[in-house]
């Protein structure tokens, strides 16, 4: 048996703050996210960075913030000496980064590292210096303002830490990443970003968000992009974000920031997706910078000393807080693009105009173009008058695209989609306006094998709303009783649908089910539709705003103006 002879000691201090500092100190670019939060935590309004060889060499950090005095840069260098957090009851009220008093402490152990600084008080300024964590005492010296810190030969004595630093391009990157990110949190400050061996800098003005968000986005387009903001009783949130239609032509990336810190959280870009859902269909490529702004006592970022994690008291109100913030200024925007609000509010279609039914002869109704038969029998009778415009079914291709003229402009329409999408709004509608979705007892039960059937038969509120009955029948094995009158297929997907989205916020469960809901009771691409129908979808489409989409975020049209047509034949540039 191995056995280890010796006394137990306690470590040195400063081998106690070296292994502690792999914790906070990971590499340059942590270092540098540590000195700007201090930096701005102690109120500076211009920051200079510069840094040479990826931050290893040197990295140094000036502002012209509050400043440290002379008897307590000695504890700036000491373990848990904050003057951020003084009592407990404190912590829900913070809004500085900084409260644990660990980076100084981490980064003096790791590195070379000196302290300038000076408060506009005294008359003299300080300096102090730890060199991998042996302090030699602080020193009065020259005034200058705020604070200046240089870290030299960072984890030189670290051969381990050294070992798993990437290329001097990639810590650069990484310290350029931190740099636009803090940044983007604050265009009330003014920035200078500087390589010290090349001499290239990026220099930032003081600006507004817009302009910060833009310079970010690398454009000058301040066209392209829409400010939303809203209010709770909770939260403030504003966003700044690139219109629908560039997105995916555009530099993308959703930016958070919780009271000005950046802040991951899959969650939260899920719920600005969201927000986008239907109005694009590339949510993927979203631009987007979003601030939230809310009491410490709803979230906890001490989570890890990084404080890279956040935890939210209420995720669910924030999240659909957030969807909500988007959607009317994008209906609105999706309106004027397509030049729906120019059709009035629709007026009772004279009854005279679909009064008459549509009388096909029996030897065309199979197969052939029934169209033409339609039009025969239709005549004037497929125009809807709405308001001064009308639209003008003309033809149908594949079974699939409605061709319609509507003044002098042409809709061609996805029949499916364009069904989805008016059967999605008609149950988003019913479902907000708390009626049941209509339901029909099935005359067999459908039997149905569904994994976690149980916790399904739980939802008995959501199901009954939804228009489903169902029946336990034993493990994992259920009947379907009852179903949404519309559906007429594909229960399971509906119900799977709802199982897979349980554990969403109810807002976004709810939409994620009705739009699976809708997508299997529409019409399908390539199914022929009888001309009563293709009338009854232009109809319902014209009395409704904003569905130029179905729920997936596919178009329900594409309008060819003559604009557009006389682009197409190079009559105009
Ligand atoms: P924390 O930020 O969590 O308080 P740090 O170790 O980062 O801990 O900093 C320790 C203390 O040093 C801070 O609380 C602050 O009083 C002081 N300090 C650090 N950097 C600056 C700076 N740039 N300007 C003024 N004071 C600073
Ligand atoms: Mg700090």
């Given at each position: 048996?191995?056995?280890?002879?010796?006394?137990?000691?306690?470590?040195?201090?400063?081998?106690?703050?070296?292994?502690?500092?792999?914790?906070?100190?990971?590499?340059?670019?942590?270092?540098?996210?540590?000195?700007?939060?201090?930096?701005?935590?102690?109120?500076?309004?211009?920051?200079?960075?510069?840094?040479?060889?990826?931050?290893?060499?040197?990295?140094?950090?000036?502002?012209?913030?509050?400043?440290?005095?002379?008897?307590?840069?000695?504890?700036?260098?000491?373990?848990?000496?904050?003057?951020?957090?003084?009592?407990?009851?404190?912590?829900?009220?913070?809004?500085?980064?900084?409260?644990?008093?660990?980076?100084?402490?981490?980064?003096?152990?790791?590195?070379?590292?000196?302290?300038?600084?000076?408060?506009?008080?005294?008359?003299?300024?300080?300096?102090?210096?730890?060199?991998?964590?042996?302090?030699?005492?602080?020193?009065?010296?020259?005034?200058?303002?705020?604070?200046?810190?240089?870290?030299?030969?960072?984890?030189?004595?670290?051969?381990?830490?050294?070992?798993?630093?990437?290329?001097?391009?990639?810590?650069?990157?990484?310290?350029?990443?931190?740099?636009?990110?803090?940044?983007?949190?604050?265009?009330?400050?003014?920035?200078?970003?500087?390589?010290?061996?090349?001499?290239?800098?990026?220099?930032?003005?003081?600006?507004?968000?817009?302009?910060?968000?833009?310079?970010?986005?690398?454009?000058?387009?301040?066209?392209?992009?829409?400010?939303?903001?809203?209010?709770?009783?909770?939260?403030?949130?504003?966003?700044?974000?690139?219109?629908?239609?560039?997105?995916?032509?555009?530099?993308?990336?959703?930016?958070?920031?919780?009271?000005?810190?950046?802040?991951?959280?899959?969650?939260?870009?899920?719920?600005?997706r969201r927000g986008f859902e239907g109005f694009t269909e590339?949510t993927?490529?979203?631009?987007?910078?979003?601030?939230?702004?809310?009491?410490?006592?709803?979230?906890?970022?001490?989570?890890?000393?990084?404080?890279?994690?956040?935890?939210?008291?209420?995720?669910?109100?924030?999240?659909?807080?957030?969807v909500s913030?988007f959607r009317p200024?994008l209906e609105?925007?999706h309106q004027?693009?397509w030049?729906l609000?120019?059709?009035?509010?629709?007026?009772?279609?004279?009854?005279?105009?679909?009064?008459?039914?549509?009388?096909?002869?029996?030897?065309?109704?199979?197969?052939?173009?029934?169209?033409?038969?339609?039009?025969?029998?239709?005549?004037?009778?497929?125009?809807?008058?709405?308001?001064?415009?009308?639209?003008?079914?003309?033809?149908?291709?594949?079974?699939?695209?409605?061709?319609?003229?509507?003044?002098?402009?042409?809709?061609?329409f996805d029949q499916h989609a364009l069904h989805e999408r008016i059967i999605y709004e008609r149950l988003l509608t019913a479902y907000k306006t708390e009626q049941n979705i209509d339901s029909?007892?099935?005359?067999?039960?459908?039997?149905?094998?569904?994994?976690?059937?149980?916790?399904?038969?739980?939802?008995?509120?959501i199901?009954?709303k939804l228009g489903f009955?169902?029946?336990?029948?034993?493990?994992?094995?259920?009947?379907?009783?009852?179903a949404p009158s519309i559906l007429k297929r594909d229960y399971?997907e509906v119900l799977?649908k709802l199982?897979e989205s349980?554990?969403l916020?109810v807002e976004t469960c709810v939409s994620e089910v009705l739009s699976t809901l809708a997508c299997h009771s529409a019409v399908r691409a390539?199914d022929?539709?009888?001309?009563?129908e293709?009338?009854r979808l232009l109809k319902d489409f014209s009395e409704m705003d904003a569905v130029g989409h179905c729920p997936h975020g596919r178009p329900t049209f594409?309008?060819?103006?003559?604009?557009?047509?006389?682009?197409?034949?190079?009559?105009?540039?």
């Open positions: 048996m191995l056995r280890v002879e010796g006394m137990i000691e306690v470590l040195a201090d400063h081998i106690v703050h070296q292994i502690a500092a792999g914790e906070v100190i990971e590499r340059p670019a942590s270092a540098l996210k540590e000195l700007v939060e201090n930096a701005i935590d102690a109120g500076a309004s211009s920051i200079f960075i510069s840094y040479r060889q990826g931050g290893l060499n040197t990295l140094i950090v000036e502002d012209n913030g509050a400043g440290i005095s002379l008897d307590e840069i000695p504890l700036a260098f000491r373990a848990h000496a904050t003057s951020k957090l003084k009592r407990l009851e404190d912590f829900d009220a913070l809004r500085t980064y900084g409260f644990r008093g660990e980076a100084l402490c981490s980064l003096a152990s790791v590195s070379d590292l000196e302290i300038w600084s000076s408060r506009s008080e005294d008359s003299r300024g300080v300096k102090a210096r730890s060199t991998f964590g042996r302090e030699s005492a602080p020193e009065a010296a020259d005034r200058r303002l705020g604070t200046q810190i240089l870290v030299k030969s960072l984890f030189e004595r670290h051969p381990a830490r050294l070992k798993f630093m990437k290329s001097e391009r990639s810590e650069t990157l990484a310290l350029s990443q931190v740099f636009r990110r803090y940044a983007l949190a604050h265009p009330e400050i003014s920035w200078t970003f500087k390589d010290l061996s090349s001499g290239k800098e990026v220099r930032l003005p003081k600006q507004s968000f817009v302009d910060r968000v833009l310079w970010f986005f690398d454009t000058v387009e301040k066209k392209e992009w829409f400010e939303v903001q809203s209010e709770s009783s909770d939260w403030k949130i504003s966003a700044y974000a690139l219109q629908p239609r560039y997105i995916g032509q555009r530099k993308s990336g959703i930016h958070l920031f919780l009271n000005r810190r950046p802040l991951k959280d899959t969650k939260l870009e899920f719920a600005v590339q993927r490529e979203i631009a987007c910078a979003l601030y939230l702004e809310g009491s410490a006592k709803l979230f906890d970022v001490n989570v890890h000393p990084m404080k890279h994690e956040v935890r939210f008291i209420h995720p669910e109100a924030i999240f659909s807080q957030i913030t200024k609105r925007l004027e693009v030049g609000n120019e059709i009035e509010p629709p007026q009772s279609i004279s009854s005279r105009e679909f009064a008459k039914p549509f009388t096909l002869r029996a030897s065309d109704s199979a197969a052939a173009s029934f169209y033409e038969v339609a039009q025969q029998n239709l005549g004037l009778q497929q125009k809807l008058a709405l308001g001064s415009e009308s639209y003008e079914f003309l033809t149908s291709l594949d079974d699939t695209y409605l061709f319609v003229k509507k003044g002098g402009d042409l809709f061609v029909q007892r099935l005359l067999f039960p459908v039997p149905l094998v569904l994994e976690n059937a149980e916790v399904l038969l739980e939802q008995e509120e199901l009954s009955e169902l029946r336990l029948w034993s493990d994992n094995k259920i009947q379907i009783v009852s399971k799977r199982l349980l554990q916020p390539h022929r539709l009888q001309p009563e293709i009338i594409v309008p060819f103006k003559i604009k557009d047509l006389e682009k197409l034949f190079h009559r105009v540039l």
